[in-house]
């Protein structure tokens, strides 16, 4: 901002000369003070420049008495789980109210290092949507996996110089933090040194362990499953992510806890949201409105998905109507149904009555896309050695990325080969490295999914992102693997050696290059033929819950191309239990 910039503002929230856009009879949601105040809203060069006077301006708006409360924040997000690209999730999230997002592009970095994190930053300049991108800190996130890159603190370095990331983002390596290993210690005092803000991955963590999670330098959490995770984290100076995504939804249970006191260290987000389930429920307007079900003042949800998202991630040009802040703000009827009727970013109407109004403008994604190396698998290698009738088995539980460890009892040929038994919900779960043609190949056993035939595959095994599969024989696994191949990466579902249903992501095995309405209807696709054909549990995401059994830095037990992994313990465990 220049001088006569600034004199501009000054003197349009003076009065003295009119505003470009005067938002007329509007009821401002006061997210200060909780409160609702009446009156004008005068904009300038995207800026607010006052509030509550009778404002003149080069156009009005006359709201006749609708709401008008600052545009949303989302403060912790993956824009690769929507599996459409920057672009369009922008063209989804914002008819929802949300104006600026805080992602982190651990997904695509994790297949292709830097040049992913590039290939986002340039992306999201086609959108309305203000998508800020963290530096992933974890790449991989656990040394018992292969992923596609590695990111070291020297990495790290000249993103966090060239000011192109908002901070370091969520530190998975919790147990590395904990115990103050050095490569952590170095990727930590990257931000410090350079101002950032760090964020916070700390599932199940309490005591002096959390405390010196916290001494660390992080500032929050989203892993919080339980009232006492919540509170421990704000009583130790962190704020507390309540999370409501596709399939972790902890919201309806954390938001018990969310009080007078300590709503201001409280803020919503979604972590990982499917295009689906944009379309379907939402976004964080859909998070203000089960706060309002829950009982929540709706001020006070608004807050934590306004003001206290702000002040979290270090933003204080939004977060609020007030004056000098960002003209980003959205207009609704009833402060009930909390229904979004107008996204305005620096107060240009960018979303009417649920409709994305700028024209899309898309990047090339040549690229980032081939990124399935798998010549050396071979359907030999999914063959289980087990040495005992009992295993330790992945337990699904529905609706979390948390697993539980089970016990099985199981059937094996005399090679000690896995025999699947119709009337035990256990299958085969195999993990195949993708981004390096190693070869590696670990197979397991998915207690609880609920495949009763054929097979069921993806590109999509958080956090390194190698192929994952589950079946109830070989043979189909064996085909989908090989048709995952064949995309390019993306979801394959394979019944009698036959693929039934397939959903296409080439761009680096995560995103597609379609519509978010165009994937969504071919999610619901592959949903129905999982659940109907496949007899997957309906208690389950088909592809979102699949993909987290890999995710080895949230307990209690999950596989990766090298292992099964006790995240408890951080190690690597046997499948066979021996007496």
Known sequence: ????????????????????????????????????????????????????????????????????APGLIESHIHVESSYVTPEEFGRLLVPH?????????????????????????????????????????????????????????????????????????????????????????????????????????????????????????ITNDHESSTIEELQDRIARGMYAFLREGSVTQNLRT??????????????????????????????????????????????????MATINAAQCCQLPDRGAVAPGLKADFIVFSDLEKFAVEETYIDGVLVAKNGEYLP???????????????????????????????????????????????AVVSVQRDASGDFIYDAHQDVTKIAVIERHHNTGNVFVGLLKNYGLKKGAIGLSIAHDSHNLIVTGTNDTDMTVAVEALKELGGGVVLVNDQEVIGQLALPIAGLMSDLTGVEVAQQEAIINQLAHEELGISTEVDPIMTLGFMSLAVIPSLKITDLGLVDVTKFEIVPVSVED
């Open 1 to 68: 901002m220049n001088k006569q910039q600034l004199k501009q503002i000054i003197d349009v929230a003076a009065g003295r000369v009119p505003a470009d856009i005067v938002f007329k009879q509007a009821k401002i949601i006061d997210v200060y003070q909780a409160a609702v105040l009446e009156g004008d809203v005068a904009v300038v060069n995207g800026v607010i420049a006052g509030i509550g006077g009778d404002y003149e301006g080069k156009v009005s708006y006359d709201l006749q008495g609708k709401y008008l």
């Open 97 to 217: 109210g949300t104006t600026t997002v805080l992602a982190d592009p651990h997904e695509i970095v994790n297949v292709l290092g830097l040049k992913g994190l590039d290939y986002m930053l340039e992306a999201a300049r086609g959108t309305a949507l203000d998508i800020r991108y963290m530096l992933p800190s974890c790449v991989p996130a656990t040394n018992m996996e292969n992923a596609g890159a590695v990111l070291t603190a020297e990495d790290m370095l000249q993103p966090m110089k060239d000011q192109v990331v908002d901070g370091l983002a969520e530190f998975m390596d919790f147990p590395g933090v904990i115990q103050g290993q050095d490569a952590i210690l170095d990727k930590l005092l990257v931000a410090k040194n350079h101002g950032k803000r760090i964020d916070g991955h700390a599932p199940m963590v309490f005591a002096k362990d959390l405390n010196a999670y916290a001494a660390a330098g």
């Open 254 to 303: 954390l938001i018990k806890g969310v009080t007078v006191n300590n709503s201001h260290r409280c803020v919503l987000v979604a972590d990982d949201l499917q295009a689906a389930s944009i379309l379907e429920v939402g976004h964080l307007d859909n998070s203000i409105r089960i706060c309002i079900e829950e009982g929540l003042e709706t001020i006070r949800a608004i807050q």
């Open 359 to 405: 024209e899309l403008q898309k990047v090339s994604t040549e690229n980032v896309q081939s990124s399935v190396h798998i010549d050396q698998f071979h359907s030999a290698q999914l063959q289980m050695h087990l040495t005992s009738d009992k295993a330790r088995a992945i337990e699904v539980v529905p609706k979390e990325a948390l697993t539980n460890k």
